[in-house]
C-alpha cells in the first residue's frame, strides 16, 4: 500500500466552525506533513511530524491546529478560519522526515471558508 | 532568500517532441533536487530525485541533469505525449533545517498537442 488517503475530499465551513481533516498512511512512514496549496501556487509547507513529534511549525496561525496521535494518522484542526484559508490541503508522508527523501502525497482536501 | 524559479509558467509542445522545463535557485547549497507531477486537483507526485554528485539521472522517458555550478537543473521529457501534460514542480530542502522541508518552484504548465 503505497497511499496517503485523506478525508474528506471536499470541506466547506464557516468562519466559526469547528472541523477537522484527516490522513492516513500504512507505508511504515515516521514523518507527516501538512501543506497548502492555493489556486496556482506551489504547495507551501506548513507542518512537519518526525516520529510523531512536531518539528516545523512554519508560523503558522493557531486557528490551524495539528495532531499525529500515532505513527499512521495525522489531523489538522480548523478552527474560526477565515475565506483566504480557502486552498487546497495536502498531506504527505516519507520514511524519517530526515531530509533527502521523496514525500508521498495524498489527492488533497478542498476547503472552502464562507 | 532562498528562492526557486522555473522559468517558465506555460511550456506548449507537440506530441513526439522533447520538452525542456528549467529549474534555477538562489542561496541553497542543496544536496539533491526534487522534480515532482502535479495534475489539477490532485497532490503532487514524485518523479525523480538527482544528488549533487550526479550530473544526470533517467527514468524511462524522463531526464534530469543537475549544475550545482549554474545553480540549474534542467527536466527532460523525451518522445511527449499529451497524457503527459501536467504541472512539473522542482522542489528543494531547506539548506540545514535538519528535517525534511521540501519547498516547492511554482511550477511549469506543459501542454502536449496532438
Known amino acids: 500500500d503505497t497511499e496517503v488517503t485523506q478525508t474528506p475530499k471536499h470541506l466547506v465551513m464557516g468562519m466559526t466552525n469547528k472541523k477537522s481533516l484527516k490522513c492516513e498512511q500504512h507505508m511504515g512512514h515516521r514523518a507527516m506533513y501538512w501543506y497548502k496549496q492555493k489556486a496556482k501556487k506551489p504547495p507551501e509547507l506548513m507542518f512537519v511530524?518526525?516520529?510523531?513529534?512536531?518539528?516545523i511549525n512554519e508560523s503558522v496561525p493557531s486557528r490551524f491546529s495539528p495532531e499525529c496521535p500515532n505513527s499512521s494518522l495525522l489531523n489538522l484542526h480548523l478552527h474560526a478560519l477565515q475565506p483566504e484559508d480557502s486552498a487546497l490541503y495536502l498531506c504527505?508522508?516519507?520514511?524519517?522526515?530526515?531530509?533527502?527523501?521523496?514525500?508521498?502525497f495524498g489527492s488533497g482536501t478542498q476547503l472552502s471558508v464562507l | 532568500s532562498q528562492k526557486i524559479e522555473q522559468n517558465s509558467e506555460a511550456l506548449n509542445i507537440q506530441e513526439g517532441k522533447t520538452a525542456t522545463l528549467t529549474c534555477n535557485y538562489t542561496?541553497?547549497?542543496?544536496?539533491?533536487l526534487q522534480w515532482y507531477r502535479q495534475d489539477p486537483g490532485r497532490g503532487p507526485v514524485f518523479l525523480l530525485l538527482?544528488?549533487?554528485?550526479?550530473k544526470e539521472k533517467r527514468k524511462e522517458r524522463l531526464k534530469v541533469t543537475f549544475d550545482t555550478t549554474l545553480k540549474q537543473s534542467l527536466f527532460h521529457i523525451t518522445a511527449s505525449q499529451p497524457a503527459d501534460s501536467a504541472t512539473y514542480l522542482c522542489a528543494l530542502d531547506r539548506t540545514n533545517s535538519g528535517y525534511s522541508t521540501l519547498t516547492f518552484g511554482k511550477g511549469t504548465m506543459l501542454l502536449v498537442s496532438p
Open positions: 542561496n541553497y547549497s542543496p544536496a539533491y
Open positions: 538527482i544528488r549533487e554528485n550526479e
Open positions: 504527505a508522508s516519507s520514511p524519517t522526515g530526515q531530509g533527502r527523501e521523496k514525500l508521498f
Open positions: 511530524y518526525s516520529y510523531e513529534k512536531l518539528s
